[in-house]
């Protein structure tokens, strides 16, 4: 099967809002985030989130060039800047990684194990990070 990959970007003259009812992401999923806009990406999902992004999460601060979010030219702070909200169950599979902060306030949070997370994450469900590495970023969501 092909790769899949998901591109979201910020706002040059407000946020980059996307709204969901669901979201499933498999194994063959890499997620793109262009930051180059002056606002935040905010991702909003009525129900579940699992994603399984294996392939990576490459993140672009100039609209052009896109590199992991692991690598050393880019600023970890990025990650305050990218807000994604829950009303159901967030689900991140081993192995995977996340850029941003994670707010569910409802649902049960699970990280499984061997992910890099770069961000903050909060759950009113509970939760559960199983041998993953954690970088926290506490986020921008109360901005403007």
Known sequence: SRDTRLYL????????????DS??????????LNLSGSYDIRIFVEGNVE????????????????????????????????????????TLLGFSGWFGSVYTPYGYLSVAVGSNLYGSFFSGGGHRISASRILHIPPNYFDD
């Open 9 to 20: 970007n910020a706002g040059a003259t407000d946020h980059g809002n996307y709204y969901f």
């Open 23 to 32: 979201v499933n992401m498999g194994r063959r999923m890499a997620l793109y």
């Open 51 to 90: 994603a399984d992004w294996q392939q990576g999460v490459f993140i672009s601060t100039d609209g052009t060039n896109y590199v992991r979010m692991t690598d050393s030219s880019l600023d970890p702070q990025t990650a305050a800047r990218v807000y994604w909200e829950s009303h159901g169950d967030y």
